[in-house]
């Protein structure tokens, strides 16, 4: 049986830590997947319960060289961080100080005794990381850190103890302090970057109030169980899903939605745990719980999304592999050349050789798109967008063909009624409350809208063929459609795809009622800014081609595919497909399911109660069709901070490697020292980090 286990992973330090703790898990037999995110530092792991357990997986992620943890314990780990970083100051200080200024060998041992501790304890994490990198056969930023320090340390070491020359002590204990430090304001942003998740976490209920033998009693949201009768009152969180059974209350969705406005919600209306009941007191049937509610679903989509990789990744995880070991070869090669060729002094090549191994910090390129992903999908999900994956995300931003189902798509899916010809609304609906037609359904809800007071029907019939009949008022009406009432009156109304339906009174035609499914809000607006943005626009439905041809007139749209099955969308988005489109399929998730799951993008409107089982890539949770453009215009806004990123890595490697071997140092006069070279690092991590971030502020004009 597969199963699935989330983990907060200690001790990875970049992007190659995640690949290595993947490789190993992947080996295992009984893993099925297992996608670890440097930036959240997690781990999802689907797992086959019967060949491996959860301790099984533990074992193996901690013989990687990382700890596995079930409750996260970031707090902590960045306390310890600081600690580590103010002894390293404490003792880098006087050890730089002496080394660069006092310096004499007589001061050897003194720098000794105080750069060791630094060794030991800022160093360790790093050797103890490069140690089990090396065991899986990768390499990663732990070796460079390690080889490096530990290349300066040691012989400096040689130095105080057995030969006369300088020392690097000041190198070695700069360098770990300054990456401890990067390492520290990396795990600060990455706190950032994830926030998306850690608010919807925050917005489960604390308490809840539930009638048990007919009394309340405050129990944990964990322990309402389906049926539980639910209390809530003004400004109360609600604790679960479930329905209205009794009372009114206007209701804050916006952590659910990302709507700002509140809704008004009375007996038989849905409620969503994690939202806020701001006025009113009513009592709901709880209908999920645990991990089924609305909110678990969302929070398991934006964590599972944020783990997951674009292509574009997967190519940057393809040069990652490469360029340790290509780093190292050039470190070797820098010193090589300078020792052996050039005739520099020891000490100039060995500065030259730590200095590549330090400044070629690979963390940078590793963390340029998976950031600008989780920050986007994070965005995303406060604006009520929900993106399943970076590979979806970074699709949409090349679809060129957009396919949207009619019914419930781009009209709201309930008819109404749009035209009433004579005084007849009264009788209709009098005769129409008995029925639950939609059409009558329609009838009657616009005779309460207006006011009007419903008749007492005698002898009520439902006529075969489309029509129903009543005596009212001693008077035989009759409600049907052409069928049964022959007449030409309202017959323009069904040329703009209207359903008409005349009533006569003792056999004489009194008037007559049309019904039409009226268009969503925005969706006009949605087409023309589609088309404006030089993107082809379809409409599909199983409908007639008249009441496809005025439903496209009104909204502008060319191209219409009607009467079409359910089952032929699937064909139909094939056949755009084949002709070289990159299409985007918008539905309901339900019907259009398979029209959904054959687009390069499936769009689903309207998440309601099975958010996780959407066919849709995109789930836009608010039901508002400009989510559409929003979903389209936030992967350009991402994948455009994904290029800025990953240009600031490069240009920052290909600049700074040629520099710090010493390529350039007839021209410069100086070569960098590697405690130079060091903060140069940290600060391109923080540069892409900062970039990333900065798509939190993005925003979509429609």
């Not at 041992?109 to 630094?118: H, R």
């Not at 292509?311 to 070991?325: N, T």
């Not at 499914?517 to 007639?544: E, Q």
């Amino acid at each position: 049986m597969v199963e699935r286990v989330k983990f907060s992973i200690k001790g990875m330090h970049c992007e190659n830590c995640a690949k290595t703790i993947e490789k190993a898990l992947i080996k295992e037999r009984g893993v099925v997947s297992a996608h670890v995110s440097f930036p959240l530092e997690e781990a999802i792991i689907e797992y086959d319960s019967m060949h491996v357990s959860i301790e099984e997986i533990k074992r193996i992620i901690k013989e990687a060289g990382y700890e596995a943890l079930e409750e996260k314990e970031k707090s902590d780990d960045i306390r310890s961080g600081w600690w580590r970083f103010w002894l390293g100051v404490a003792l880098t200080i006087p050890t730089w100080i002496i080394a660069n200024f006092f310096y004499e060998s007589k001061w050897n041992l003194l720098l000794f005794s105080l750069s060791t501790p630094v060794q030991i304890v800022l160093g360790l994490p790093f050797y103890r990381g490069a140690y089990f990198s090396l065991k899986q056969k990768t390499a990663d930023l732990n070796v460079l850190v390690s080889l490096s320090t530990l290349t300066a340390y040691f012989y400096s070491v040689a130095t105080t103890l057995f030969i006369s020359g300088p020392v690097f002590y000041d190198a070695s204990t700069t360098v770990l302090t300054t990456i401890t430090l990067g390492m520290l304001l990396e795990k600060i942003s990455q706190g950032k970057v994830g926030e998306a998740i850690k608010k919807l976490m925050k917005l489960k209920a604390k308490t809840a109030k539930v009638l048990r033998n007919g009394e309340e009693v405050e129990v944990s949201p964990e322990h309402i169980q389906k049926g539980d009768i639910v209390v809530v009152r003004p400004g109360e969180m609600i604790s679960t899903d479930g329905v209205i059974i009794e009372g009114e209350a206007t209701i804050d969705e916006s952590m659910i939605t990302g709507e700002s406005m509140p809704v008004d919600k009375k007996e038989g209306d849905y409620v969503f745990g994690g939202t806020i009941n701001r006025y009113g007191f009513f009592k709901f049937k709880a209908t999920k719980v645990g991990e089924e509610t609305v909110l678990a679903q969302i929070i398991r989509l934006v964590e599972e999304a944020q783990t997951s990789k674009a292509q574009i990744q997967r190519v940057a995880d393809r040069v990652l592999s490469l360029f340790i070991p290509s780093v190292v070869t050039i470190a070797i090669l820098t010193f090589t050349v300078w020792y052996f060729l050039l005739r520099s002094s020891f000490l100039f090549a060995l500065t030259a050789f730590v200095s590549v191994l330090v400044i070629a910090c690979p963390c940078a390129l590793g963390i340029a798109t998976p950031t600008a992903i989780m920050v986007g999908i994070g965005k995303g999900a406060e604006m009520g967008i929900l993106v399943k994956g970076g590979q979806y995300l970074e699709k949409a931003r090349e679809l060129d063909t957009i396919v949207f189902d009619k019914t419930g798509t781009l009209t709201k899916g309930e008819p109404e009624v749009t035209d009433v010809i004579g005084n007849v609304l009264q009788l209709a609906a009098s005769l129409a409350k008995n029925t639950t037609h939609p059409l009558d359904i329609a009838i009657v809800k616009e005779a309460e809208k207006r006011g009007i007071k419903l008749l007492d029907v005698q002898d009520f019939k439902i006529i075969p063929g489309g029509g129903i009949m009543g005596r009212i008022g001693g008077r035989s009406v009759l409600l049907g459609s052409r069928r049964v009432v022959k007449s030409d009156l309202g017959i323009e109304l069904e040329e703009d795809g209207k359903t008409v339906m005349l009533i006569s009174v003792d056999g004489e035609i009194k008037g007559a009622i049309a019904v039409a499914d009226t268009l969503r809000k925005y969706s006009k607006d949605v087409v023309n800014v589609l088309k404006k943005k030089g993107m082809d626009v379809y409409m599909i439905t199983g409908d007639s081609r008249r009441t496809a041809g005025a439903i496209a007139r009104k909204l502008g749209i060319e191209n219409v595919l009607a009467e079409v099955l359910p089952q032929d969308k699937e064909k139909t988005i094939r056949a755009l497909q084949k002709s070289g489109r990159v299409v985007g399929a918008v539905g309901d998730g339900i019907n259009d399911a398979p029209m959904l799951a054959t687009a390069d993008i499936g769009i689903a409107m309207g998440a309601g109660t099975d958010i996780a089982k959407e066919t849709g890539g995109i789930v836009l949770v608010k039901d508002d069709l400009r989510d559409v453009v929003r979903a389209i215009e936030l992967s350009r806004a991402t994948f455009s901070k994904i290029r800025q990123n990953l240009f600031l890595a490069f240009i920052y490697n290909v600049l700074a490697i040629p520099v710090a071997s010493g390529l350039f140092y007839q021209w410069l006069g100086f070569l960098l020292k590697p405690e130079i070279c060091a903060l140069a690092m940290i600060i391109s991590d923080v540069s892409v980090i900062g970039n990333s971030l900065l798509l939190k502020r993005w925003k979509c004009n429609i």
